[in-house]
């Protein structure tokens, strides 16, 4: 399951070759990189961002359509911040990082992630907004030569660390790291080193608090959708069958999202208009992702953390004009956050050596036939179970477990307590479970033995 990929690209310039391979893979044109070398690198990461919030982000659209691509099928691997964002960094599933649930950063190894061997191989780094859940807003996060740390998420008032320098800021958090990033790219503007910025508003995390000047944004209209409707739940685990449809909630969840991803779009516009008058947006390689989903009432459940696609499947996209990828293209291989560190890397030609990636770059061809999904509950007062799963194009298999998480570690038996099938070309939004109340002849076809001995070989690997 895990695959450790050769980064062999050249460090200063892309080869025609591999620029012809990019525009393979994203339906453009190749052109050559510019005279600058290697690319500079924006990563911006949004916070339980789901699918279907396009919407919001005018600015990310018309940048996609210029020069961009969608991914159509990319997934969070845990859905769950902490974990996610460790995943991100670090292109490891989160049982070989550590990171198993919000809290506990210390459990990722630091010489590990992405900005460590960015900022070894001459990269400027600089990170400005949330870092891993639970960490110490005193202590500067690792491998970044500039930042601007705040802890705990909030969109208003908050501490924030500013390169050493701790104190109470009252802006609006997003703002604030839009006015942090563009004074970035400004003091750096005549460098001949390339930069990596990382960027981590809070929005659209819960409790959704839009900027004044979007509080009353009107947004489109929205009905649901099947899964929101869902009456008869009884294939689906106990605390799913507990859980309450609500259509107005989910509606005020919605809007709440779409309005503080408005002022995200802003942040990414900033950037964009100062690379513009900077000449530099041709080779800047930009990736938008979010950590995770969020169901908007999807089975009732209105949060993340459970294996269902609106808490799994995510936002991603990359444009890189000078690499080559195609204007408003999109790409539907099964990808993942653990595919973006491989991804910058390889785009910067900067080979990990030893270091063991579960991801793949998204900028070379093949396609992997499955992802793992995990998810681990963090003690007996959160509703659920551990669980994990295997996604294809075609299928979902999903296993529930006797497990949770004590001192950052899972305990229990392990046993299997509920097991779901749905068959995603048929059954998108997951009504049916193939494996409720079924005879062992669905189970012989469907094979579920093996299927259960191959997610127990991945969640090893």
């Given at each position: ?19 012809a ?7 453009g ?31 990310l ?38 990171v ?20 070894e191989?001459g990269?400027?780094?600089?990170m400005?907004?949330?870092y ?25 008032e ?5 390169n ?31 930069w ?17 000047r ?12 099947p899964a ?40 990414l516009?900033?950037v ?6 900077q ?32 808490a799994?499947r ?13 204007r ?53 007062g959160?509703?659920g ?5 295997t ?39 997951q ?31």
């Open positions: 399951m895990s695959g450790t990929f050769p980064l062999t690209r050249r460090r200063v310039l892309l080869s025609g070759a591999v620029a391979t990019v525009a393979g893979i994203c339906g044109t190749s052109r050559p990189v510019s005279g600058r070398g290697r690319p500079n690198v924006l990563l911006l990461v949004t916070d339980d961002q789901p699918l279907h919030t396009e919407w919001a982000m005018p600015v659209r018309d940048m996609i359509k210029r020069s961009g691509v969608r991914f159509t099928r990319a997934y969070a691997t845990t859905p769950l911040c902490g974990p996610s964002r460790a995943s991100i960094l670090s292109g490891r599933y989160a049982h070989n990082h550590g198993l649930q919000n809290g506990r950063p210390e459990r990722l190894d630091q010489s590990t992630v992405l900005p460590r061997y960015l900022r191989a990269y400027r780094t600089a400005f907004g949330k891993l859940n639970g960490w110490d807003v005193h202590q500067a996060p690792p491998h970044f030569d500039e930042y601007a740390l705040m802890h705990p998420p909030k969109y208003g908050t501490w924030w660390n500013v050493g320098k701790v104190s109470r800021k009252r802006a609006y958090s997003t703002s604030l790291i839009r006015d942090h990033a563009v004074r970035f790219l400004r003091r750096h503007r005549a460098s001949g080193r390339p990596f910025l990382y960027l981590t508003p809070y929005a659209p995390h819960a409790p959704f608090t839009p900027e004044a979007y509080a009353n944004l009107s947004v489109p209209s929205w009905r649901g959708n929101v409707a869902e009456s008869d739940k009884r294939d689906k685990p106990f605390y799913i069958r507990r859980s309450d449809p609500d259509l107005h909630r989910a509606r005020r969840i919605r809007a709440g999202q779409l309005r503080t991803l408005r002022s995200v779009d802003d942040l516009g900033a964009r208009d100062e690379l513009r008058a000449r530099r947006l041709d080779d800047t390689l930009i990736i938008v992702i979010s950590d995770n989903g969020y169901c908007w009432g999807d089975h009732g459940w209105h949060a993340k953390s459970v294996p269902y696609s609106p799994v995510i936002p991603l996209y990359l444009s890189w004009p000078a690499g080559g990828l195609g408003g293209a999109t790409d539907d291989r099964l990808v993942a956050n653990i595919d973006i560190m491989p991804t910058i890397l390889d785009a910067a030609g900067i080979d990990p050596g030893a270091a063991r990636l579960d991801g793949r770059s998204l900028l070379r061809p093949g396609e992997r036939d499955r992802l793992l999904l995990e998810w681990w509950k963090r003690g007996p959160q509703a179970h551990s669980w994990a799963a996604v294809t194009r075609d299928y979902q298999y999903i296993e529930h477990y006797d497990t949770i998480l004590r001192r950052g570690r899972p305990v229990g038996s392990g046993a299997v307590v509920h097991r779901e099938y749905y068959d995603l070309r048929k059954d998108p939004h009504l049916t479970n193939l494996l409720h109340r079924t005879g062992s002849g669905v189970a012989r076809r469907l094979d579920v033995a093996g299927l259960s001995a191959r997610l127990a070989a991945d969640r090893r690997a």
